[in-house]
């Protein structure tokens, strides 16, 4: 059964945004990835049943794997959360307890290949983000270089893409710098490991926030189905979309089905969530080399 949303006698909630729950634990925040899902700024039922555990583990997965970056988590497993959250078994294998930040208010984007908002702002100007790109690329094609591609974090609406110059207005020079050498060391390193198993990262978005020293800490979702553009190599052919392992498959049959984008959206048909959530399996599947278990 898919869990859509919680509610922790005792608990102090401090938000409930699209996707997830959020609870106040004394100096850190208990992040809850419900099986919610949103689609142009809409929230869509049914949800995908699992899916906020296939998120939680993945992001786990990447977190440990680039250990020597700092992040936000504190403690992954159910049984060690404070009370009352510890005895809520809902919540297994899809919250962490994660440390307070500064969040900074700038996605951190990186694009090995020409694909959604940035093959739409190359087709119209020949440059993403004021970046300018080589003439005569195609949809999905592989870029010369992996680019930085910030984008302002919208509360309502779409975020919106911006150059690295606004970046720099936003947070300073410093560490604009940071987050664009490191969002690129993560992607770079990230897309090398995913392609020796099979998966074409195309691109993916990243958050960090400051803690009270002012380091730069990773936050929020790490290279999930969600976060980005996930393509199978063995499927690879530039010149126009990609079959995926991610949200795309959903957007493209909220696309096909006339819906003009406003809410209410439409009814996710069976077909369509099993279809995200094979989707979804398969990408953690070939990326950890594990199967995992949504039936516990």
């Known amino acids: ?120 702002e190359y087709r119209d100007g020949g440059s993403v983000c004021g970046i300018r790109l080589p003439a005569g690329l195609r949809e999905s094609d592989r870029l010369p270089e992996p680019i930085f591609t910030p984008a302002t974090k919208a509360t309502e609406g779409h975020d919106e893409n911006i150059g690295f110059d606004r970046a720099v207005e936003i947070v300073g020079g410093r560490i604009a710098e940071l987050l664009r050498d490191l969002t690129l060391r993560l992607y770079r390193e990230a897309a090398a490991f995913a392609l020796e198993r099979g998966i074409i990262i195309a691109d993916t978005k990243f958050e960090f926030g400051l803690d009270p020293d ?41 696309e096909a089905s006339g819906w003009n984008k406003q809410p209410p959206a439409p009814v996710l048909p069976p077909e369509v969530v099993e279809g995200t959530l094979d989707r979804y399996r398969e990408a953690y599947r070939q990326l950890t080399g594990t199967s995992i278990d949504l039936a516990t």
Not at 25 to 31: E, R, T
Not at 220 to 231: C, G, I, Q
Request: charge should be neutral; hydrophobic fraction near 35%; glycine fraction near 10%.
């Open 1 to 120: 059964m898919a869990v859509l949303t919680t509610s922790i006698p005792g608990g102090k909630l401090v938000s409930r945004g699209k996707v997830r729950d959020i609870y106040a634990v004394d100096d850190g925040l208990l992040l809850i990835a419900t099986d919610r899902i949103s689609a142009f700024d809409c929230v869509l039922s049914p949800g995908i049943p699992g899916r906020g555990v296939i998120l939680t583990q993945l992001s786990n997965f990447w977190f440990n794997r680039f250990g020597d970056v700092p992040n936000h988590l504190l403690i992954t497993e159910r049984a060690r959360f404070p009370k009352p959250y510890c005895d809520h078994g809902e919540l297994d294998r899809r919250s962490v307890l994660v440390r307070r930040l500064e969040p900074i208010p700038v996605e951190c984007v990186a694009r090995g290949y020409l694909s959604g908002s940035g093959w739409k």
């Open 214 to 254: 002012g380091r730069l800490v990773w936050m929020d979702e790490a290279l999930t189905p969600d976060s980005s553009r996930f393509w199978p190599a063995d499927a690879y052919e530039p010149g126009h979309g990609q079959p995926s392992y991610d949200k795309q498959y959903l957007r493209d049959w909220l």
